[in-house]
Every structure is written in C-alpha cells, then in structure tokens.
C-alpha cells in the first residue's frame, strides 16, 4: 500500500493534474480503492500525504478530511439547550443500547441536506482561507467507519453540485471490478460510474 501512495502522491505533484479544468469537468471526482481490512494504516498515510504535499517540492495544501469526524461535528452542532443531538443520543445508548430507532435517525441525519451543506461549507470555508499555496484536492476518507448509515454513493449524488472549482479524491474501502466499485468487496455501489478511478491513473 506505501508503494500506492507514493504514486498517488507524484500524481498529485503534477501541474496538469493540480488544473481543476483537467479530467471529467461535469464530475471531477476521482476514487482512490483500498483493501478494506488496511484501513487503519490506510488513515495514517493520507494524513501522511497531505502533509507531503506541502513540503517544498509539492507545493499543494489540502484538506484532509474525515466525514465519520463531520458527522460527529454536525450532531454537536445540533443541540437542545445544554445538550446536544450526539450527548442525547449517547446517553440513550448508554441506557437502553443501539435501538433500531437511534438507527433509523441517524441514517437520517447522515442523509438529509442539512448534512451535505454542512460539509460543503467546511470546504469552501477551507478554500476560501488566503494561502500562499495553491489548493486543489481536498482528500476525502471515512466511509467505512460511517457505513451503514451513509453509502459513498448516496453522499457524492448529492454532493455533486458543490464540487466546483477542486477536486475530490475519494478513498473508497473496496474494489473496482468490472466498472463497478464494490464496498467492502461485497457491496455494489450503483450510480459510481462517473467517478473516475484513481488507482488506474497511477
């Protein structure tokens, strides 16, 4: 796997893949394929990378970002007075356990627009900060840990229109076969077939 990353990397590092302009314009979405059972190591070496790409000979600054770490964020961000959504619904599990209606409202909160603007937002944010360094990418990874309550294809359906002026570089727990991606190695995931696969550029 380290000798995938230093590939990602020097792609990363070229001047005509840093053009947002290059690529699939209507879908610049790239997903970079792991095997799932290297996610631990998988998280330490796009921290790595992103660090990387800001020494000198990279000369990028990237967002890393975890979306299970977003979520967590945007159930704090909703609170009920002294509490938030994430304290109640803890406290609850605490009590009485993982319910099938905790369940249920997460898979909503994780799938409703609310969420996606949320994310969205902390993106452009990052973007829009002054920098002497260009920003390009922002490397996203976290789906195994939000599964099963959001799917990366149900997330980047809805996240289409905000991926303006960057690219996404998706990390995708799974496999790319027969021009299918499949998570986990056993899960289809439909609707996909737009975003470019990484591993294959390398």
């Known amino acids: 796997m380290t000798g995938q990353f230093d590939q990602l990397y020097h792609k990363l590092t070229e001047v005509t893949f840093q053009d947002p302009a290059t690529g699939n314009l209507f879908f610049p979405v790239y997903l970079f394929?792991?095997?799932?059972?290297?996610?631990?190591?998988?998280?330490?070496?796009?921290?790595?990378?992103?660090?990387?790409?800001?020494?000198?000979?990279?000369?990028?600054?990237?967002?890393?970002?975890?979306?299970?770490?977003?979520?967590?964020d945007y159930l704090r961000a909703d609170d009920y007075?002294?509490?938030?959504?994430?304290?109640?619904?803890?406290?609850?599990?605490?009590?009485?356990?993982?319910?099938?209606?905790?369940?249920?409202?997460?898979?909503?909160?994780a799938g409703e627009e609310e969420f996606i603007s949320f994310v969205a937002h902390r993106i452009r944010t990052y973007l829009n900060l002054p920098s002497q360094f260009p920003r390009v990418f922002v490397l996203l990874h976290g789906f195994g840990s939000l599964?099963?309550?959001?799917?990366?294809?149900?997330f980047l359906n809805k996240f289409e229109r905000h991926v303006v002026g960057f690219k996404l570089i998706v990390f995708y727990p799974g496999t790319y076969q027969h021009q299918r991606y499949v998570l986990f190695n056993q899960l289809h995931d439909e609707h996909l077939y737009r975003a470019i696969h990484l591993n294959a550029l390398l």
């Open 81 to 109: 007075g002294d509490e938030t959504l994430l304290d109640i619904l803890l406290d609850k599990e605490r009590q009485e356990g993982y319910l099938g209606d905790i369940d249920e409202l997460l898979r909503k909160k």
């Open 147 to 154: 599964f099963p309550l959001l799917r990366v294809s149900t």
């Open 33 to 72: 394929t792991y095997t799932p059972t290297e996610e631990y190591s998988v998280r330490e070496q796009i921290s790595a990378l992103g660090e990387r790409l800001l020494r000198p000979y990279g000369q990028n600054e990237v967002l890393v970002l975890n979306l299970f770490d977003a979520f967590l």
